[in-house]
């Protein structure tokens, strides 16, 4: 936590905006924010999303190393970056997406009984594959079962979520998006 709120604090700095002036544009207090930024306080993912929109960057942007290097061709899995997610969840953004990249590609994994949460809809397309286990793909209310080997693809913009079926065994995904939704 410590470290996420120094980030947001380095961050606030650099872009010449005060403590006061954040948490007005966030309409949260300047209390709340200073415990975020210190460490004191977690910070959700919807919250960390707002702070990092009032500070023009994304959360990729935040926890990436490599913001502009599109040259790069190859990524080892100790460079992959770790996203902040749910207890349920655990997502892992296998490219970073800054410098204009298109695309988003994460290895995401929903432990048993779990789901990406309520259904969402935003711009884009998004494609999966299931590494490993079983889950239920909701798009639109309409459920589909998927497995091992599957693949599924939909607009975004429909409303989408994916549940974990198994009680016992986690449900490995691959997503690729675009544009990026991180």
């Not at 936590?1 to 380095?10: D, N, Q, T, V």
């Amino acid at each position: 936590m410590e470290e996420i709120g120094s980030k947001i604090r380095l961050l606030r700095q650099a872009r010449g905006i005060t403590l006061e002036g954040l948490a007005q544009k966030l309409d949260m207090t300047q209390p709340h924010l200073s415990l975020i930024e210190t460490g004191k306080r977690g910070v959700s993912i919807p919250t960390l999303r707002r702070i990092l929109y009032a500070l023009n960057t994304t959360l990729v942007g935040f926890f990436s190393s490599d913001f502009n290097n599109n040259e790069k061709i190859v990524y080892r899995s100790e460079e992959s970056i770790l996203l902040p997610s749910s207890k349920s969840t655990v997502i892992r953004l296998l490219v970073p997406i800054e410098g204009g990249r298109m695309l988003s590609s994460s290895e995401t994994i929903i432990k048993p009984g779990g789901s990406l949460g309520k259904p969402t809809a935003h711009k884009g397309e998004e494609f999966g594959f299931v590494l490993e286990g079983k889950g239920v793909l909701i798009v639109d209310d309409e459920k589909y079962e998927i497995s091992k080997g599957d693949s599924f693809y939909y607009d975004a913009f429909r409303s989408h979520t994916i549940r974990n079926s198994s009680r016992t065994k986690e449900l490995k995904l691959l997503i690729v998006a675009t544009p990026p939704s991180f």
